[in-house]
């Protein structure tokens, strides 16, 4: 069972970072940052259809406030889907602003509507933390799935993430007839196997969602992280597993059940070979992040020795042993796959 004994520490961008962030155009001048939502007079608690506490508050603004925010709300909007492209803000308005005051960064959540057809999005506004943007990053490089952000100073905006989440599909849809418990099982091993190679830490039911995607035959399953808070933070190699938090349980059921071991290590290798490919195909990228990690500062010591030794007793690698900080330890993650 993987367990995470204590909060995990943020860590501030570091000039090195920043320059990454640059290079690549993820650092955008926004008209409002994280600090100054924080001057909402009100709140209420926001529950769902099912009058369920969602432990999000809707919070609320003075009326000397409120027009500037929502105006500069709806241009990051414009700055993260449109480019900058200020034109599309004519039928968009605020809808509501929310506060997690659970998270770990206490993040907000704009829900933006388009008053013509009613069509909605969201996207996110947090505290910036540097592991949360490394694994946005390695998520956008590595993984099927592009991620869309942007940073500017301390403030980090987030596109929202569509799909069911991990655990209310698996209270709400495991029993469906329609669904495909092999389809599901093969992309829960594949989502594992993409964890931990990129080294994506807390993946329990509540940090990612599911993406059911209904063919002319077959349906298709995306299992997506949500949360990127855990990136190379940890030093116990279950964290980094999926199939070692309780949580997942249903999903792990299945996968005994309809997955063999001959099957699994055949999906395993799939997995790999596809980042292995996009490693290839994004290697100055993935070069530059590396450098900046590996002179950054992004867990703790201990932490660190924890992880190289448990990897290198893992993939039977004293390279490991070498490392100094995360960074080394992901190149040399990312290294074996191309080797093999």
């Known amino acids: 069972m993987a367990l995470i004994s204590k909060k995990k520490l943020i860590y501030p961008i570091s000039p090195g970072l920043r320059r990454y962030l640059i290079k690549y155009s993820r650092e955008v001048d926004i008209p409002i ?24 508050e809707t ?20 700055l993260l889907k449109a480019g900058g492209d200020m034109s599309v803000m004519e039928h968009l308005y605020v809808d509501r602003i929310d506060l997690c ?26 505290n910036a ?5 490394y694994g946005l990053e390695f998520e956008h490089l590595l993984s099927p799935n592009r991620i869309s952000y942007l940073v500017h100073q301390n403030t980090l905006i987030e596109e929202h993430i569509a799909g069911i989440p991990g655990d209310k599909f698996m209270r709400s849809h495991m029993q469906d007839p329609h669904l495909n418990p092999i389809r599901l099982a093969k992309e ?24 059911v995607t209904p063919d002319f035959e077959e349906t298709h399953y995306r299992i997506r992280a949500i949360d990127f808070d855990q990136q190379s933070y940890e030093g116990k190699k279950s964290i980094y597993l999926p199939q070692y938090f309780k949580e997942n349980n249903a999903l792990i059921q299945l996968g005994m059940k309809y997955i063999t071991p001959e099957s699994m290590v055949q999906y395993q290798k799939e997995e790999r070979a596809l980042i292995a490919t996009r490693l290839k195909s994004s290697r100055q990228g993935i070069l530059d992040i590396l450098r900046s990690m590996e002179h950054d500062t ?15 007793r893992h993939y039977r690698n004293d390279k490991f042993l070498e490392c100094d900080n995360m960074g080394q330890i992901m190149r040399i993650s990312l290294e074996l796959l191309i080797k093999k």
């Open 33 to 56: 940052h994280y600090h100054e939502l924080l001057r909402y007079s009100n709140s209420i608690a926001l529950y769902d259809s099912k009058e369920q506490d969602t432990l999000w």
């Open 59 to 78: 919070v609320f603004y003075d009326e000397s406030d409120r027009e500037e925010i929502h105006l500069n709300v709806k241009k990051i909007y414009a």
């Open 101 to 126: 005051v659970y998270g770990n960064t206490q993040p907000f959540r704009v829900r933006i509507v388009n008053r013509i057809n009613d069509n909605f999005d969201y996207f996110y506004v947090k």
């Open 129 to 133: 933390d540097a592991s949360r943007v």
């Open 188 to 211: 829960f091993v594949k989502f594992n196997e993409r964890c931990f190679v990129r080294l994506l830490g807390d993946m329990h039911s509540s940090n990612f969602v599911i993406d």
């Open 298 to 312: 992004i867990s703790l010591p201990e932490n660190i020795v924890s992880l190289k030794t448990e990897l290198a």
